[in-house]
């Protein structure tokens, strides 16, 4: 089996930047090699200071896979999905790639982004710099846990990475990122009690709210085709919060091994399944971005890196 890369399933880190660039120039051979080198520069700084947790993921924009790329292409690689609903909206602007750089400390980070950004600096525009951070224990800026359903262990790897059924792409991964804007003057005034209706979990220990109905986020935003009999999740998300004095929100992970779930999941959020059951917390919280990748193996990235 392919390897894939390490960042897909690394356990959450204290720390993360996600660099978003569009191609600037026609020399797609240069772009492969020197995406084959960013890996090479996230081994050497998790070499060098392996007690940072360091990992990275390299996604390529669905638009630009076969561009950079000729030949084969993932089977279910498509276009951010598009949706609309009164107010509530999930734009589509993918960028031709996606660097994911995340390590338990902060300067590492940095130091590793700037590598990055000056290896790449001749081929691209930088689209969009987003620092991101674990707020307390893993909650969302709401003050809500955001990811305690992710698949665990070997779960993990059948959820995240494609296997015999793309035989071309195993060790891949589909992913899918929104950055949503919180409002949180009008979140923090509401009461606890609405939250938790809102949220469908209790905000101290997570638990089922009995608020909890058929808008409430964590039963709108868990609905996916994919999900099996024992409920267990069919996305693994790698989310963390982001915030300056003027912004607060979420920068949305998702890593798969198809890319319906997703898509299931955003159409409960906006649509639901019947006329206003969408997500509640859409009425507090923007979609700013949306964007469809794909995170090849490392022996993808690396073997057409030389050719």
Same mark, same amino acid.
């Given at each position: ?8 399933? !690394?356990?959450?880190?204290?720390? !993360? ?17 020197? &995406?084959?080198?960013? $890996? +090479? ?10 007690? !940072? ?14 561009? $950079? ?36 400390? $902060? ?14 600096? $001749? @081929? ?35 959820? !995240? ?6 035989? +071309? ?7 899918? *990122?929104?950055?949503?804007? @919180? ?40 609905? *996916? ?24 929100? &979420? ?57």
């Amino acid at each position: 089996m392919s390897q894939p890369q390490k960042g897909i399933c !690394a356990e959450p880190n204290l720390h !993360a930047q996600f660099l978003q660039y569009n191609i600037i120039d026609e020399d797609e051979q240069a772009v492969r090699a020197k &995406l084959a080198r960013v $890996l +090479d520069i996230f081994d050497n700084f998790d070499n060098e200071h392996y007690e !940072a947790m360091v990992s990275g993921v390299v996604c390529i924009g669905s638009d630009y896979f076969s561009e $950079l790329y000729p030949g084969l292409r993932p089977l279910e690689l498509s276009p951010f999905p598009d949706m609309q609903c009164d107010d509530r909206v999930a734009p589509s602007n993918t960028s031709d790639l996606l660097i994911q750089i995340r390590a338990d400390r $902060l300067d590492i980070v940095h130091a590793i982004s700037m590598q990055v950004h000056d290896l790449l600096r $001749l @081929h691209v525009e930088l689209v969009e710099d987003i620092k991101c951070f674990r707020y307390l224990d893993g909650r969302d800026l709401t003050g809500f846990i955001d990811a305690d359903d992710n698949p665990r262990g070997v779960d993990k790897k059948s959820i !995240a990475l494609i296997g015999d059924e793309d035989p +071309d792409f195993i060790g891949g991964s589909y992913v899918h *990122t929104q950055r949503y804007l @919180h409002d949180m003057q009008r979140w923090q005034l509401l009461s606890e009690r609405h939250q938790e209706k809102i949220m469908g979990r209790t905000r101290e220990h997570h638990l089922v709210s009995e608020e909890a109905n058929a808008n409430s986020h964590y039963i709108r935003s868990r609905v *996916t085709d994919l999900s099996d009999i024992n409920g267990k999740q069919c996305l693994l998300r790698q989310s963390m919060p982001y915030a300056n004095m003027r912004e607060q929100g &979420l920068f949305f992970v998702s890593h798969c091994h198809s890319s319906q779930p997703f898509k299931t999941m955003l159409h409960s959020m906006i649509f639901g399944t019947q006329a206003d059951e969408y997500d509640a917390f859409l009425d507090y919280t923007n979609a700013l971005t949306g964007g469809a990748y794909f995170a090849p193996s490392l022996d993808f990235i690396k073997l057409r890196g030389q050719s």
